[in-house]
């Protein structure tokens, strides 16, 4: 899994998201889309989610808020996040 960067595009971090859930989840990437519900589509369950917000936590530095995390549902939204936090790191 590559590294994340302050400098990735979202497509980037798709994919690095993408291969996260894969390693984390051995879910089969051809099934992961960004429009893909982390809970109906990929059976995430509430402690995965926590798992996912630790990792993210640890690889990016920063801390997600549960409040923020508690909106998420799809790829995508995940994405976004990341694309934010990402780029706050950039700017700080």
């Known amino acids: 899994m ?3 960067t302050p400098d990735m595009t979202k497509d980037e971090i798709t994919v690095w998201i993408v291969d996260m859930l894969h390693e984390m ?5 051809a099934t992961i889309t960004p429009q893909s519900n982390l809970y109906t589509d990929l059976d995430i369950d509430s ?3 926590v798992d996912i917000v630790v990792k ?13 995390f ?13 694309a934010t936090l990402m780029r706050e790191q950039a700017h700080a």
């Open 25 to 29: 989840f051995e879910l089969d990437k």
């Open 56 to 68: 993210l936590n640890q690889t990016t530095g920063k801390r997600i808020q549960p409040d923020v």
């Open 2 to 4: 590559t590294t994340l």
């Open 70 to 82: 508690r909106s998420v549902r799809t790829v995508q939204d995940v994405v976004d996040i990341l």
């Open 47 to 49: 402690i995965d989610a």
